[in-house]
């Protein structure tokens, strides 16, 4: 198992019960898997009473019959979750970790999707959580200790029913993060990037056309990003064992899985590191030069009326798009990077634009600052800006 392949033990979860939901197949039943394998005992809490009852006696069969049960789950039902609780409890006596795996991928465009998918959405990828939060969490807390995973995604566009209440998940384990710091009770997001489970296949599915593309074309376009189901459920069951490490913050499978000393078959350690410092020195850049527009912008409109038109116009016109389009932008491009996108996939960005809107900055200061002093200072900040947006550049092309 991959799980076993890095520094974690058999005993890390020794005697801790997981409840997974959705995880009669795909994602969850490989962190299942993992989980069992670092000595917790799990509960499959899956609607789907044929992939639950299935999962259930494959891992009974792996890993004992006493060490992995099937409780029936609809996560968006208050009574259904009670169930599963009082039924966790008289199985195990305790839960001490909860991954909100289960999920259901509503794709189309925002007006064309019906509202009885958005509710089902809804239900399903936000109030489930929340549901499993108000059922385990007081017992965790209680007891001072506990995991409580969230599972985030990465919107684009026909995705919107399925990815806004992924984002509104984030928020749960921010908002639960800071609920929790005096306790020894740990929650936090990971997303597990791009995975060929049936539940993705079937959503990409619809969504591949929408973008002219067909279902092999459409993954074709992530293909050093993909992972297997068992890659992400191993990371899924370490970032568990590291959540301490990992409390209040959103992670993606390959973090989990370098913290975990596991190698994915055909990188070396050293190349994985190599990609993941990559990877989180985009996300600094990315932020710095998110900061430093956000002030400026914030500058220009304390500026007299005309000043500040042509300042914005300015932007717009060598920047080639307007200040506001600029800090979407580049907020999308630090979710794609957490999500475990790799710098190279920021193509969408403009950069180089952004760094030539800098250095029209420097000639026109050339031309309206007559103090050598303050324009020599004016031109060291204007060129660390402009270095910012290069060093990104940098490590797109590499």
Not at 283 to 291: G, K, P, Q, V
Not at 304 to 316: G, V, Y
Request: hydrophobic share 45%; net charge negative.
């Amino acid at each position: 198992m991959l799980i076993s392949t890095g520094n974690l033990t058999s005993k890390s979860l020794e005697g801790q019960t997981a409840i997974i939901t959705g995880a009669g197949r795909g994602i969850g039943y490989e962190a299942a898997r993992a989980l069992l394998w670092l000595g917790a005992s799990v509960i499959i809490a899956e609607i789907d009473e044929g992939n639950g009852t299935s999962a259930a006696r494959q891992l009974q069969r792996e890993f004992g019959v006493d060490h992995a049960a099937f409780i029936q789950t609809d996560v968006g039902n208050v009574e259904s979750v009670a169930s599963l609780k009082s039924g966790a409890l008289e199985k195990f006596g305790r839960v001490d970790i909860v991954i909100n795996n289960a999920t259901i991928t509503p794709m189309g465009a925002v007006q064309d999707i019906p509202l009885e998918d958005w509710d089902a959405s809804y239900r399903v990828n936000l109030r489930g959580p929340v549901l499993m939060a108000r059922a385990f969490l007081p017992a965790m807390i209680e007891r001072n200790a506990g995991v409580f995973v969230c599972i985030s995604s990465v919107g684009q566009a026909y995705m919107g029913a399925y990815e806004c209440f992924k984002a509104a998940q984030v928020h749960l384990a921010d908002t639960l993060d800071a609920e929790l710091q005096e306790t020894g009770v740990y929650a936090f997001t990971i997303g597990p990037g791009l995975v060929r489970t049936p539940g993705a296949v079937a959503g990409i599915e619809a969504l591949a056309p929408l973008y002219g593309k067909s279902v092999e074309e459409f993954f074709a376009m992530s293909e050093d990003q993909i992972l297997s189901a068992e890659a992400a459920g191993a990371a899924y069951a370490a970032a568990v064992v590291n959540a301490e490490k990992f409390r209040g913050q959103e992670i993606g499978s390959r973090q989990a899985l370098i913290e975990a000393g596991i190698t994915l078959e055909g990188a070396s350690s050293s190349t994985i590191q190599h990609r993941e410092q990559d990877r989180q020195r985009a996300i600094e850049l990315i932020r710095s030069i998110h900061t430093t527009l956000a002030e400026q912008a914030d500058g220009w409109r304390e500026r007299p009326l005309f000043e500040r038109q042509w300042m914005f116009r300015d932007f717009k016109k060598n920047a080639g798009m307007p200040v506001e389009g600029w800090l979407k932008a580049l907020e999308h491009s630090e979710s794609r990077l957490a999500a475990e996108d790799q710098p190279g996939n920021q193509t969408a960005v403009p950069l180089q634009q952004l760094a030539d809107y800098y250095e029209n900055m420097k000639k026109l200061a050339r031309g309206y600052e007559k103090d050598p002093k303050k324009l020599e200072d004016n031109l060291v900040v204007i060129d660390e800006w402009r270095n910012e947006v290069q060093n990104l550049i940098s490590l797109i092309k590499a």
